[in-house]
């Protein structure tokens, strides 16, 4: 059964930088597309990132485009978030989320989530 498991997240001032992480375990995380989503409160769940098995393609909304990375390790199963120049509204709790299937929703599989705040 896959899993995964997030890290990284905490609270850091507008202007600032953090760096999420998820690691993978219970499948072979190299035939796996990746994504990042986050909710704020109150707010749908909205796709911030996403990564080909292969690392080779990478999509991002336009609200963190120029300023989120998403990449992996294939030989870490890990795959990273890079979040810089962070703005308030950029505060929810951050998903990791991975599926056979390369597609902009209903991943088959999630972790459990990790708290980004950004105070101005």
């Known amino acids: 059964q896959v899993q995964l498991v997030e890290s990284g997240g905490g609270l850091v001032q507008a202007g600032g930088s953090l760096r999420l992480s998820c690691v993978f375990s219970g499948g072979t995380f190299s035939t796996y597309h990746m994504g990042w989503f986050r909710q704020a409160p109150g707010k749908e769940l909205e796709r911030v990132a996403q990564?080909?098995?292969?690392?080779?393609?990478?999509l991002y909304a336009d609200s963190v485009k120029g300023r989120f990375t998403i990449s992996r390790d294939n030989a870490k199963n890990l795959v990273y978030l890079q979040m810089n120049n962070l703005k308030p509204e950029d505060t929810a709790v951050y998903y990791c989320?991975?599926?056979?299937?390369?597609?902009?929703?209903?991943?088959?599989?999630w972790g459990q989530g990790t708290q980004v705040t950004v105070s101005s």
């Open positions: 990564i080909t098995y292969s690392g080779g393609t990478t």
């Open positions: 989320a991975a599926d056979l299937q390369f597609k902009a929703s209903m991943f088959d599989y």
